[in-house]
């Protein structure tokens, strides 16, 4: 097979139709869609997914892709595992975010932009791999791209989906609840069960779960056994009366039900779905043939700007963890400093990405932040509009708890300015009744 292999990451550029069945099993696997078009199954969800998409695999899903007329795709596995725990303590347990393979989802305007600065480390890496040249540094590469999957790109989705502050060692307690959950799917499983294996009070479990999942405990419960009932239907020989016994489903009904409410069929119409009509006709492109889809894609992003003034910030930041909200630290961020700003002709593009990176710092650190904002560069009403959909998008994942630390400095250079400022000024402290805003006469 020709893929490269390292300590913790391995990829390969795929051509098909349609690919086999895969089991994610330990690893992350990240598919960026280099050319055509593809289907993506993932668990019970369908996604059509065009080339310069980006979608994430967590560990423990079954996937698969199809394509009509043929499809190009990078797939990289992480095993998290095996990833550097002093970087990332919960690495080997991260949940990405599922928007990305779900169309019918809002995005937010940094996400997008995340993902294209995301899928710009993926290529780079993958070319990168693929030079003997650069063997001796292969480390630190797999280093860059594994550790930006899981720090650069943390959005969970299965823990914390409202974003709020979760301290680490509520995590800690989650993932042990979750671990509990997995290795007793074939027992009757109940919050008062799990909340006596944690040794703790009932109400107390029901208060921590709520505020680490989106979802009930019974649901979530209902969830893995679904989720380990498709492994073993499509991985195994194993009955329909085998699986609903080892998922730990009461009864045959039940286990018929629950699988039909998810997937929308019957076990044996999903198992002769997704095995006995397909046949795979995947091969994996030699490196030089790969690289050249790479590069293509490659020339696709290269708009995207990653120099900014932003993104400088967080990686400075990153770099100081010492800096916690007992520090006497004013983060000044200039919004529309012309670093931040790329002009495509008369277009101009907000390179959101640092933003967003920095508030999820601001947010683990509990640190206060200044946020200055150009008037001028607020003369349209699409300017306008866009500013104040991230603002309304951070401000729903974030909270009041954590914008309560903002300040906004609304800096003005003539009259005109100053009372588009002003009607700003409103609009954020209706927005946001905890923040600071104050406006500014240059």
């Known amino acids: 097979m020709n893929t490269t292999q390292h300590d913790y990451i391995s990829s390969h ?13 330990t690893a992350l696997t990240l598919v960026a869609v280099l050319q055509g078009q593809a289907q993506v199954k993932r668990f019970s969800r369908l996604a059509e997914m065009n080339a310069g998409d980006v979608f994430f695999v967590n560990a423990g899903e079954v996937w698969a892709m199809t394509s009509r007329k043929g499809c190009t795709a990078l797939c990289v596995e992480v095993e998290t595992a095996l990833l550097p725990q002093v970087s990332y303590p919960f690495a080997d347990r991260i949940q990405l975010v599922d928007s990305l393979v779900d169309p019918e989802e809002t995005r937010e305007v940094s996400l997008v932009y995340r993902d294209c600065i995301f899928l710009k480390d993926v290529l780079e890496s993958y070319r990168l791999f693929n030079q003997e040249e650069m063997a001796g540094q292969r480390q630190l590469m797999e280093e860059k791209l594994g550790l930006t999957l899981v720090m650069e790109y943390n959005v969970q989705n299965e823990i914390n989906r409202q974003f709020r502050s979760v301290s680490e060692d509520k995590f800690v307690r989650y993932y042990r609840i979750i671990d509990y959950i997995q290795t007793h799917l074939s027992a009757k499983l109940t919050l008062q069960q799990a909340a006596e294996a944690e040794k703790m009070q009932k109400s107390y479990f029901a208060q921590l779960w709520k505020q680490n999942d989106n979802m009930t405990f019974l649901e979530c419960v ?105 520090s006497s630290l004013e983060l000044k961020l200039d919004l529309y400093h012309p670093d931040n700003v790329l002009m495509l002709g008369q277009q101009r593009v907000l390179t959101w990405y640092g933003f967003d990176l920095l508030m999820n710092l601001v947010r683990q650190r509990q640190l206060s932040v200044t946020l200055q904002i150009r008037m001028d560069c607020l003369q349209e009403e699409q300017d306008q509009q866009e500013f104040e959909e991230l603002i309304a998008q951070v401000y729903a994942r974030l909270g009041t708890r954590v914008t309560k630390n903002w300040k906004f400095e609304l800096h003005s250079r003539q009259p005109q300015e100053l009372r588009e400022a002003e009607k700003l000024c409103g609009w954020l402290r209706k927005k946001l009744p905890a923040c600071k805003v104050i406006c500014v006469l240059a």
């Open 13 to 25: 550029v795929l051509q098909f139709h349609q690919t086999a069945l895969r089991h994610s099993g």
């Open 222 to 326: 209902s969830r893995y056994r679904l989720r380990e009932a498709e492994r073993r239907l499509l991985f195994t020989a194993a009955s329909n009366g085998e699986i609903c016994k080892a998922c730990g489903f009461s009864d045959s009904k039940y286990f018929y039900r629950n699988f039909q409410q998810e997937f929308g069929m019957t076990p044996s119409q999903w198992k002769s779905l997704w095995t006995k009509s397909r046949i795979p006709d995947e091969r994996i492109l030699p490196p030089a043939e790969g690289q050249r889809y790479v590069a293509a894609q490659q020339c696709q992003l290269d708009y995207v700007k990653t120099d900014t003034r932003l993104y400088q910030q967080y990686l400075w930041l990153r770099d100081q963890p010492a800096l916690k909200a007992s």
